[in-house]
């Protein structure tokens, strides 16, 4: 299994630009979550899907943000227009949700610098 | 409400030395899973282990070991004669049926090995 695929894995843009992050999950798996990671405020969920089904996005910072799920394999995370305080680096991971524990797996992570 | 507090922002050991990274988690679920993820320098958050709320058996793994008390509510990793490999971020986590499986992250304890 190939794992969890984030791309771009680095992105350097100015502000104002539009910025989309793409995922794909490990097959199989039904529950999909998107994390953003910056020293000041850690590890923070944004949103997370259930079967392509958004659950929960109260994480999601502002309208400016938006992620989609078309399908069971691949999600995008979209930020426009994109600000400096944006810069973090972006994780995707899966999971299966079923009747017991789900271990996420997560991606490599995209790093978004905006200048 | 679901927390999990990692009191350790940072800890330095000398190779070799055994360390303890802490793990106090809340939550009013009976039903819950706890796990550790490690965050290497490179960036990428690796699973490390999953325990249910039901199995409050210690766990050993090579040099990691953890000790899982319901009675605490904490959930502490231990890594015996540490090297400078496991240098990294460990985060604490814990995910519940209440809440849809979403995960609660602690904030992470920074780990350095020194040679």
């Known amino acids: 299994d190939a794992g969890v695929i984030q791309s771009p894995r680095h992105e350097v843009t100015e502000m104002g630009q539009e910025v989309t992050l793409r995922c794909k999950p490990i097959?199989?798996?039904?529950?999909l979550f998107w994390y953003r990671q910056t020293m000041m405020r850690g590890l923070e969920l944004l949103i997370y899907?259930?079967?392509?089904?958004?659950?929960?996005d109260s994480g999601m910072p502002e309208d400016r943000f938006s992620a989609k799920m078309p399908n069971a394999s691949f999600s995008t995370l979209k930020i426009q227009p994109s600000e400096p305080r944006d810069s973090a680096v972006y994780f995707c991971?899966?999971?299966?949700?079923?009747?017991?524990?789900?271990?996420?797996?997560f991606g490599a992570g995209s790093r978004l610098t905006v200048l | 409400a679901q927390k999990v507090t990692q009191a350790q922002t940072e800890i330095s050991v000398v190779e070799k030395e055994d360390v303890t990274l802490d793990c106090v988690y809340e939550?009013?679920?009976?039903?819950?899973?706890l796990f550790w993820y490690k965050q290497p320098p490179s960036g990428e958050l690796v699973f490390l282990i999953r325990?249910?709320?039901?199995?409050?058996q210690n766990e050993i793994s090579g040099r990691y070991s953890w000790n899982f008390q319901k009675s605490t509510s904490s959930f502490n990793f231990t890594i015996t004669a540490s090297q400078v490999v496991d240098s990294a971020v460990y985060f604490c986590?814990?995910?519940?049926?209440?809440?849809?499986?979403?995960?609660?992250f602690g904030t992470g304890t920074s780990l350095t090995v020194i040679p």
């Open positions: 991971a899966s999971s299966f949700r079923g009747s017991g524990a789900n271990v996420l797996t």
């Open positions: 097959s199989g798996h039904n529950s």
């Open positions: 899907f259930n079967n392509n089904v958004p659950i929960d």
């Open positions: 939550t009013r679920d009976t039903t819950y899973y």
């Open positions: 325990r249910n709320s039901f199995d409050e």
């Open positions: 986590a814990l995910s519940d049926q209440n809440t849809g499986n979403q995960f609660y």
